[in-house]
C-alpha cells in the first residue's frame, strides 16, 4: 500500500492507524501548499480531490477521506481490535465520533489556517472549537480513549485534530482531561514512529 500525506495533516491519522495494525506501506509526501509530489509530479492524478490522506491499494484502487481510510485499515486486522466489529452498536459509536471529529473539529479548524478567513470568522470558529473540544474533554473524564478503555482509530483522528491547537495557540490547559490524553496517546509506540517519520517531533 502507499500512503500520500503532508506532515501533520490529517493524514497522520491513517499513519498512525497503519502503524498500529502493523501493515506494510509506502509514505509519499505531498507538498502542502501544493499538488506536487517529492518526483514534480501531480497529486491530483492519484486524487482528484487535491488533498491528502490517498491510500493506494495493492490491488490499485485508491481510497480517500480519513474516516473511510481507518476503518479499512482497522478491518484488515481485526485482531488488533482498533475498530469494534461490524454491525454492533460499539461500531456505530465509532463512527459517530469519526463524523463529529470531521465535521465539528477538523473543518472548524480550517478557518483558523485559511489566510482569507476574517477576523470574525475565526473568532467565531474558535468559539465553537471551544465549545466542542469541552465536549470531547468532558467524554473523556473518567476513561483512557474515546470508546473506553482500549484504543481505536477515532483515536488516531482525534490525536491529530487536537495537535493542531499547538499551531493556532489554543490552550488545552483548560481541559485537564485532553492534556492527559494527549500525553497517553503520545506515547504509544506507533505515534512516536508515525511523528518521527513526519518530522513533528521537537527537541
Not at 477538523?106 to 469541552?134: E, Y
Not at 495537535?163 to 489554543?170: E, L, M, P, Q
Amino acid at each position: 500500500m502507499k500512503l500520500y500525506y503532508s506532515p501533520g495533516a490529517c493524514s497522520l491519522s491513517p499513519h498512525i492507524a497503519l502503524r498500529e495494525a502493523g501493515l506494510s506501506f509506502d509514505l509519499i509526501k505531498k507538498d502542502l501548499h501544493s499538488q506536487k509530489l517529492e518526483d514534480g509530479s501531480d497529486f491530483r492524478d492519484i486524487n482528484p480531490k487535491g488533498y491528502v490522506p490517498a491510500l493506494v491499494l495493492d490491488d490499485g484502487q485508491i481510497l480517500t477521506e480519513g474516516p473511510a481510510i481507518v476503518q479499512y485499515i482497522a478491518d484488515r486486522v481485526p485482531e488488533k481490535q482498533l475498530a469494534p466489529p461490524a454491525g454492533t452498536m460499539e461500531r456505530v459509536r465509532l463512527q459517530e465520533w469519526l463524523n463529529y471529529i470531521t465535521s465539528e473539529l477538523h473543518k472548524t479548524f480550517g478557518a483558523l489556517f485559511n489566510k482569507q478567513a476574517s477576523d470574525d470568522w475565526k473568532a467565531a470558529a474558535r468559539a465553537l472549537l471551544d465549545r466542542r473540544i469541552g465536549y470531547v474533554a468532558k467524554a473523556l473524564e473518567g476513561r483512557d480513549y474515546l470508546m473506553g478503555d482500549a484504543f481505536s482509530v477515532a483515536d488516531c483522528y482525534l490525536f491529530t485534530v487536537l495537535n493542531w491547537t499547538h499551531w493556532v495557540k489554543i490552550d488545552l490547559s483548560r481541559w485537564p482531561s485532553i492534556a492527559e490524553y494527549l500525553k497517553r496517546v503520545s506515547a504509544r509506540p506507533a505515534v512516536q514512529e508515525a511523528l518521527k517519520a513526519e518530522g513533528l517531533l521537537r527537541a
